[in-house]
């Protein structure tokens, strides 16, 4: 009986070892495809331009293209990012974490679609609001270890790491200097265009 115990457990530990020299031979690689939809809404015209917003919705489909049958938790990292037009900052809009596998069934695909996001602007003599910049969307594995990025704009290791360490809302310069919090959660960029639409209604 030993002797079957002892056979068992060393057919296991073989059984590891081989799976982890397979990953290590064989990793995981993913495709990462990345869609935007956006759609105009007039909200008036007056003397001084036009007022309008924005309504954007982001789309990821990650799709194991790769390594070995993939079978742990992977976490998909989308950080939405927007730019303010009357100061050139920019904003991060919103962070989504979403975990997820892997499965035949699914066609070892994982598709995510944001919320829309609505971002006032104004042309003309007030030029404010807000605009879609980019995204930048990570895929880590549950130690957190990056297993491959894609954004809508190169952007190094050193901007990746800087943008995950920022939180949502969080109002940047394009020389990574925080200058702190876009206001209003959800309605990102609004801040400055209530002054705009107003003067747009009084023409």
Do not use: W
Not at 99 to 120: C, I
Not at 134 to 146: A, E
Not at 190 to 195: D, I, L, R
């Amino acid at each position: 009986m030993n002797g079957l115990m002892k056979t068992v457990l060393g057919a296991a530990v073989m059984g590891c070892v081989v799976a982890t020299s397979a990953q290590t031979k064989f990793p995981l690689k993913v495709d990462i495809d990345v869609s935007t939809k956006s759609d105009m809404t007039n909200i008036g015209a007056g003397s001084e331009g036009q007022a309008r917003v924005d309504h954007v919705q982001v789309v990821v489909k990650v799709h194991k293209s790769g390594g070995q049958p993939y079978t742990d938790p992977l976490t998909l990292e989308l950080y939405v990012i927007g730019k303010q037009i009357q100061t050139g900052y920019y904003g991060i809009i919103d962070v989504v974490k979403q975990e997820f596998t892997f499965s035949k069934d699914e066609d070892n695909s994982y598709s995510y679609a944001s919320k829309t996001y609505q971002l006032p602007q104004t042309s003309g003599n007030i030029n404010v609001g807000g605009t879609y910049e980019t995204y930048l969307v990570v895929v880590v594995d549950k130690n957190g270890k990056i297993i491959d990025t894609r954004s809508g704009r190169v952007i190094k290791q050193r901007g990746i790491d800087f943008i995950r360490e920022l939180g949502p809302m969080t109002l940047f310069d394009r020389d990574g200097n925080v200058l702190g919090k876009v206001e209003n959660p959800g309605e990102a960029f609004k801040k400055a265009v209530p002054a705009a639409v107003i003067t747009v209604e009084q023409n």
